[in-house]
C-alpha cells in the first residue's frame, strides 16, 4: 500500500476532527486532485450525493461542521486495492443545539491519481462490499 496515499487520508480526517475551516481550503488543494468527484450512497436530507471539484467536497465538510459538534472521525481498518485506498471508519458527532449523537460505522473508498485523491466514495455498508464495487468499476 503507498504509505503516502494513507497519509493524505490521515491528514484529510485530521483537518475534520479539528474542525478548522480556514484549513479546509488550503488542505483540499493539497489533497485533492482537481477533477476530484465524491459521491455518497447514504446523504443526509438536503446533501448532495455527488460532489465535482474540490469546491464542491470543501463545501460539503464545512455544511457538516455548521450543524455538527464535537466531529471526530476514527479510522478502523485500511485496505490497499491499489489505486483505491478502502477504509472502514467509525464517525461521532453531536448536532448542533441539539445534542443528538451521531454514531454511524461505514466504509470508504478513495481513488488516487498523481499522488491525490481523484475520487472518493462514503457510504458502502462494509469493506468486501467496497472492494466488490470498485473492483467493478474498473
Not at 18 to 26: F, L, N, S, V, Y
Not at 66 to 92: K, M, S, T, Y
Amino acid at each position: 500500500m503507498s504509505q503516502e496515499n494513507v497519509e493524505v487520508l490521515r491528514r484529510a480526517m485530521a483537518v475534520a476532527n479539528a474542525g478548522d475551516i480556514e484549513a479546509m481550503e488550503p488542505t483540499a488543494a493539497e489533497m485533492y486532485h482537481p477533477d476530484a468527484v465524491a459521491r455518497d450512497l447514504q446523504p443526509a436530507p438536503g446533501m448532495p450525493d455527488t460532489m465535482r471539484g474540490r469546491a464542491a467536497i470543501v463545501d460539503v465538510w464545512k455544511q457538516w461542521l455548521e450543524v455538527l459538534d464535537d466531529w471526530r472521525i476514527e479510522v478502523r481498518d485500511v485496505v490497499d486495492a491499489d489505486p483505491w485506498v478502502v477504509c472502514d471508519v467509525h464517525w461521532h458527532a453531536t448536532g448542533k443545539g441539539s445534542e443528538i449523537s451521531i454514531d454511524w460505522r461505514v466504509t470508504e473508498a478513495h481513488r488516487f491519481k498523481d499522488g491525490k485523491i481523484a475520487s472518493s466514495i462514503f457510504g458502502y455498508p462494509d469493506v468486501a462490499t467496497a472492494l466488490q464495487a470498485i473492483d467493478r468499476s474498473e
